[in-house]
């Protein structure tokens, strides 16, 4: 070997070494974030039925909040939505107190919305200790918090913008019963201009709509052309389809529950990334327990979603 082939072998073993090192860590560097070349990407987190969390692993709800709360900031989180079964036994006061403890780590840090699940309340509604833990007045010092139905807070709105886009979330509670139905119509009429996220416990199944998710189309969401995504929970299954509205404008429902996951679920959150530049919203799947995300086509999509409409850039 000349002395020429031995600096050339030698810059060939270095440089093979440097790309060792970046496939490595591209390998063992999870996706996370929104998109770099978007800075004005956000993301709104599907937090689902923590009701074994409250009931038998009070940690793992308490890893979830906290989680949101340190990388709120590098995750550009901008709302959290609980999509009910906030515990597993409505009348218990124990798992209330680690549901609360969860909460009050995103208390003044990260906004978020509630709304009552089967299991929060009794087959009578009654919502009692729902009501205690979540009632309006916790919520009422908070500028994003819209207001609630009436004395409860079983079925409320919150308000935040992002990226120069004014957005709802109206949070409904478990089978919402006609008069609540009239209500929800209301406040979206109220609020012209505002994209709308409806969130509530029953909606999706593993493989369509339900009865009630069919009653919500039909009654609410169908007529609204700035509702543009429906979330629930409930069933323990992902899930995702794409309806047309009356407008022609579409609208994406998603069931996100991972409660059939061993250790109640395992930390699974849902992250909707939203990128203006791309008209996007990526979906991600990930465990602030497991420090894993899910890889599958089913927990981790792309959701085409129009953020240019002049018409819908801030609200009147």
């Known amino acids: 070997m000349t002395y020429c082939d031995g600096l050339a072998a030698g810059r060939n073993v270095r440089f093979c070494r440097v790309l060792g090192l970046l496939v490595f860590a591209a390998v063992l560097w999870p996706a996370r974030g929104v998109c770099a070349e978007d800075a004005d990407g956000f993301t709104v987190v599907l937090l689902p039925d923590t009701q074994f ?8 709800y308490l890893a979830q909040a906290e989680w949101i709360k340190r990388h709120a900031e590098d995750e550009r989180i901008e709302f959290v939505i609980h999509l009910g079964d906030i515990v597993q036994n409505y009348d218990a006061e ?9 909460h009050r780590v995103l208390d003044g840090a990260v906004p978020y919305s509630v709304l009552p699940g089967n ?9 009692t200790l729902y009501n205690k833990h979540f009632s309006p007045a916790r919520f009422k010092d908070r ?36 008069h609540v139905v009239d209500w929800a119509n209301r406040v979206i009429d109220e609020h012209p201009g505002r994209r709308v996220i409806v969130a509530t416990h029953r909606y999706m199944s593993p493989d369509k709509r339900t009865e009630t998710g069919d009653r919500l189309w039909q009654k609410l969401i169908r007529h609204h052309a700035d509702v543009f ?51 996007e919203i990526r979906v991600e799947t990930y465990s ?28 009147g």
Request: glycine share 8%.
């Open 229 to 279: 995504l429906a979330v629930s929970g409930h069933h323990m299954e992902v899930n995702h389809q794409t309806s047309t509205n009356e407008a022609g404008r579409p609208v994406h429902e998603l069931l996100c529950d991972y409660q059939g996951q061993p250790n109640g679920g395992n930390g699974w959150l849902q992250l909707l990334r939203f990128d203006p530049g791309r008209n």
């Open 94 to 102: 124990a798992e209330w107190k680690a549901a609360d403890r969860a």
């Open 288 to 315: 602030p327990t497991l420090k894993q995300h899910k890889r599958e086509p089913a927990h981790n999509y792309t959701l085409e979603y129009d953020m240019g409409r002049a018409e819908l850039k801030k609200a």
């Open 119 to 127: 299991h929060d309340m009794s087959k009578e509604r009654d919502s």
């Open 143 to 178: 500028p994003w918090y819209g207001g609630s139905m009436d004395e409860t807070n079983d079925n409320n709105y919150c308000l935040f913008t992002a990226a120069g886009m004014d957005f709802m979330v109206l949070s409904l509670e478990y089978r919402p019963r006609d």
């Open 53 to 60: 969390y409250s009931e038998k692993f009070p940690d793992t």
